[in-house]
């Protein structure tokens, strides 16, 4: 059964053209539906059927055609771009190495300006030495700040990872709180630590993270047009479904380093470029 719809437009002269010929067979290959469209916006159901009958294998549905309405078609457009998402990156996890919460939240914390690949470094010498909450609480700040200085802004870091363990080990009993409300209490937490530790730790899908790249892609994908993070959350919370908001983060932030780079995105070589309006410029 096909399982989505992608529209394809269709030039004045009722000729394909041979990039449209090759996303038809793209899509009739990955048992997608699909729906012509004429330039003047009407469903040209002669050409699908004479097209889908003759050259591919035909898919019933081409004889059922509705006009769908424009959220329709952007909801079919936004589970394309999940399925397809899924498909590249089924088992995308965080990249920040960690064993326990309170790893993972000092992680996070540290990611903050810094690559992943630079905390992952620095993290095995900070847990070595502070092992815990209570461990850390009673950290001194010169030597802290020494351990983290490599993942810039230290002193600020530092203080955050002081405060958060102290806050952890004397207001919540020495392990890291598992609401939304609590988390954002501990110094050095916002919206989008609290939501990686929810997410990747707890499985507690309570809002999405929104990084640099998920911020990037989402714009790019013409899933918001916000530019403040708690925005774009607020878009994607409202569009994707909430089972895959874990998911779909750990996904573009993958995407967004090997393909939709921010500077020079590989559009040519993207499974997405079909689906996405900033490849359409
Ligand atoms: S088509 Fe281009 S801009 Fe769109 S998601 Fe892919 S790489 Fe990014």
Not at 107 to 130: G, H, K, W
Request: net charge neutral; glycine share 4%.
């Amino acid at each position: 059964m096909p399982v989505s719809f992608l529209y394809l437009s269709v030039p004045s002269t009722g000729r394909l053209i041979s990039n449209q010929q090759e996303a038809i067979r793209t899509t009739a290959l990955n048992n997608v539906a699909y729906r012509f469209i004429s330039v003047s916006g009407q469903i040209d159901t002669s050409l699908g059927c004479n097209l889908l009958h003759t050259q591919y294998n035909p898919i019933p549905e081409c004889y059922h055609w509705e006009v769908p309405s424009q959220k329709e078609r952007e909801q079919q457009r936004i589970s394309e771009i999940l399925k397809r998402l899924e498909e590249r990156f089924p088992d995308a996890e965080c990249a920040l190495t960690h064993r326990s919460a309170f790893e993972l939240l000092m992680a996070t914390i540290l990611s903050a300006q810094c690559t992943d690949e630079r905390v992952n470094m620095v993290t095995p010498v900070l847990f070595a030495r502070y092992p815990g909450p209570g461990e850390l609480a009673q950290a001194d700040m010169e030597e802290l700040q020494e351990i983290i200085r490599s993942t810039g802004f230290f002193r600020n870091k530092a203080k955050s990872l002081r405060g958060a363990a102290e806050k952890i080990a004397h207001h919540f009993d020495g392990e890291v709180p598992q609401t939304m409300d609590d988390l954002l209490t501990l110094p050095g937490v916002a919206r989008k630590t609290a939501n990686v530790v929810l997410g990747t730790w707890y499985g507690i899908a309570d809002g999405v993270v929104v990084d640099t790249h998920v911020r990037r892609l989402s714009q790019r994908l013409g899933l918001t047009r916000q530019k403040e993070p708690q925005k774009i959350e607020r878009d994607l919370m409202k569009k994707i479904p909430q089972d895959e908001w874990i998911a779909l983060s750990h996904r573009l932030i993958h995407h967004g380093r090997q393909t939709c780079k921010s500077q020079k995105p590989r559009c040519e070589e993207c499974s997405l470029a079909e689906l996405c309006p900033h490849a359409q410029r």
